[in-house]
């Protein structure tokens, strides 16, 4: 078990604790199957939302915070009725454009993880604008509820006079199925396999800037992260931030980063290149694998 989850484990209930931690080994994703979340229910005899509030502070743990000290969690229900983790992430003395919120990061988890949309998102503080914005752009965005500790509300409660994908005439949303095809790249590596598989998958109805990156760490697993573009432009998570975020709720350290590379679309209006960089370079990381297909 990662030591992360020593100190929350330890205020959960006997029955929680007990059934949990069989869940909790090396090979632990921050995801519960839909089995596991029954085997959960059944051990402590909560329902789904009081028992994805139990878990909370299980996610929180995972956050990476040295600028906020503020530790998010977040729980996404996807539609398939596994539960995923998410947690905020900050990168100590760079710019805060480079953070991934809770949010984001547990709607990242259900995206990779195969979902096509979530029904619920369970967070420990109430979302920000930010947040509001990003699942606004969600294939469930007009269902989804968000619960808190305290409260459970339509996700579009949060957001009156909302701005959205329909009004720029996209019909496409986060999380629905994409297969850019188009995108071919001849490579036998698998980290570029990785990387292209992803970017096929990426969503960016606005720029047509498909692009995905894909880490591998020194214990040789490797994360990816996709390209997820939003309405309001600034909200868009860019594939470096996603990789990120989803390699340290697998438990990596991003300081064991051995290689990085980012494959996009030659085609997009726009690029990653930069960006991606300057998080690597943040990171004081390895260089940089590039390129435009
Ligand atoms: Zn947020």
Known sequence: MHPRFAKPLDTLSAPLKAALLP?????????????????????????????RLALLPLAAACSVAPISKFFVGAIACGLSGNWYF???MEFAGQGLFH????????ISNAWLGGETGISEITVNYTPC??????????STAKTLKV????????LQSFLPHSFGPADLDITDALMSPQSHDELQLESDDPLWQAALAAARQ??????????????????????????AENAAFNPSLPPMQMACAHAVLGGEDLATIRRAVLLESKDGQISQQD???????????????????
């Open 23 to 51: 869940m909790l080994g090396d090979d632990f994703q921050a995801r519960f199957t839909a089995d596991q979340v029954a085997t959960l229910k059944a051990a402590t005899g909560l329902d789904d939302r009081a028992l």
């Open 86 to 88: 998410g947690a905020n």
């Open 99 to 106: 953070s991934v919120h809770a949010e984001q990061s547990a």
């Open 129 to 138: 604008g930010h947040c509001r914005q990003f699942m606004n752009e969600l």
């Open 147 to 154: 619960s808190l500790p305290d409260d459970l509300s339509a």
């Open 202 to 227: 990426s969503y960016a109805p606005y720029s047509q800037g498909y692009a995905a990156v894909a880490l591998q760490f020194a214990d040789g697993r490797i994360f990816c992260g996709r390209y």
């Open 275 to 293: 960006s991606a960089r300057a998080t690597l370079k943040a990171l004081g990381s390895v260089e940089l694998e590039y390129q435009a297909v």
